[in-house]
């Protein structure tokens, strides 16, 4: 078994920020560009691909897939890789060998049945080896005369579409995908079209429906931008210190990624965002009122990041676009109502509507925080260590699924991080 380890996060007194971070390359992209990549059969190539465990996991699975098999059924083990486990669905259904697709306990527990019944009527032969609508898979892969029309829910996961619109240029009949109940993290779809077209493949999108016909990838190279999801911690982080002059290099105003709004919504909390030469500043700002609901749907990657940092700054926000973070790496909504107790916040749900309620809020010296196995607990709750003490973050080293040097830039910006 591997040893969790904890570290204590604490700052100086002074609580001022100046700092330039290189961030890690999207892994939202990453994993849509190996991808594609492979099912280009070497017309497309990826480049600065993020470093996080996640996208290591996925490319060092598509190396072995591309050696020859030597076994009856193959074993695929994504761990906690949750992109991984949706876009490889799709893509071993199109090969024609035998597969076992798992994960680790948490993913095992992780539903999927949605994009494998979307697959099972395109003509995918798929399985269940323990339990109905979850991994593992067993797949029989090698689509063949499928037909060219699916409808799925586009209101659970964004990533079950953009795993079925990445295979539709291979597919014999193309596909035409038809999206029923709403959508919920509509930039990501729009990110997956918009690697497509860069690798050569076009698409209608009209009403519900986005059409893709059978076609062949064109020479391209699909470049990876720093993560936006990691600049999130860096607002967080400029919203709660006393004066914040932090820089990010080679960041995108226009970006494909849509926790990019993160520009947008941290301004109501209190950062501005200005352009440089290579990428963006973040400077400590007045925070502007904010009324009505915030809706998150687009965003749902942020919402931990922006809730704590609203709970900790004593607002009252109510947020809703959230339903998704309860099938993530964990219970999304339930850890943030565990863990904000600690500093006397609550998180209260009605109708699908989370309101915070910061009457009790304190500060105490030290506080633990659980993570769940989810990196982005770990992210959204350390900025805390700029109003207390001590910050324990435990099993700090799930950071290294999206953002392994986390701590270590962190550490560059002035805050101490001591392993237990």
Request: proline share 4%; net charge negative; hydrophobic share 40%.
């Amino acid at each position: 078994m591997v040893k969790r380890q904890n570290a204590v996060v604490s700052f100086s007194a002074a609580k001022d920020i100046h700092a330039t971070i290189n961030l890690t390359g999207s892994k939202s992209e990453s994993n849509r560009a190996l991808i594609i990549a492979a099912l280009s059969r070497g017309y497309v190539t990826a480049k600065n691909l993020s470093d996080a465990a996640d996208t290591v996991v996925l490319n060092n699975i598509l190396v072995e897939l591309s050696t020859a098999s030597l076994e009856e059924r193959r074993t695929v083990d994504v761990g906690h890789a949750g992109t991984a486990m949706r876009f490889l669905t799709a893509f071993l259904s199109t090969i024609p060998e035998k597969f076992k697709l798992t994960g680790s306990g948490r993913m095992q527990e992780r539903p999927i049945g949605i994009l494998v019944d979307a697959l099972k009527s395109l003509g995918a032969d798929i399985s269940y080896e323990k339990n109905e609508g979850y991994p593992p898979l067993l797949i029989n892969g090698g689509l063949k005369n499928t037909p060219s029309e699916v409808s799925i829910r586009g209101n659970v996961s964004s990533q079950y579409l953009s795993a079925l619109l990445i295979i539709a240029p291979t597919l014999p009949n193309g596909l035409s995908l038809h999206i029923t109940g709403g959508l919920t993290s509509r930039p990501y779809l729009e990110m997956t079209l918009n690697m497509l077209a860069t690798a050569g493949i076009q698409h209608t999108w009209e009403g519900d429906t986005i059409h893709i016909k059978r076609q062949v990838h064109q020479m391209a190279t699909l470049v990876v931008e720093p993560d936006w999801s990691a600049a999130s911690y860096w607002y967080s982080i400029a919203a709660l210190a006393d004066k914040a002059d932090i820089t990010l290099p080679n960041l995108r105003e226009e970006s494909l990624q849509g926790d990019s709004e993160i520009q947008k919504i941290m301004i109501d909390l209190g950062v501005s965002t200005s352009r440089t030469n290579d990428g963006i500043q973040l400077v400590s700002a007045p925070e502007q009122p904010v009324s009505g609901i915030m809706n998150l749907k687009d965003c749902p990657d942020l919402a931990q990041t922006i809730i704590v940092c609203a709970a900790a700054k004593g607002l009252n926000l109510a947020f809703t676009g959230l339903e998704t973070l309860k099938i993530k790496e964990t219970n999304r909504v339930l850890a943030l109502q565990t863990e904000l107790a600690k500093i006397g916040v609550t998180l209260n749900e009605d109708n699908e509507v989370y309101t915070l309620d910061c009457a009790g809020l304190h500060f105490p010296e030290k506080i633990t925080i659980a993570t769940y196995d989810d990196h982005r607990m770990a992210m959204a709750f350390a900025p805390l260590s700029l109003l207390i003490k001590e910050v324990e973050i435990e099993d700090y080293q799930v950071v290294e699924k999206s953002y392994p040097d986390f701590w270590k830039d962190l550490q560059k910006a002035g805050f101490t991080v001591e392993e237990l």
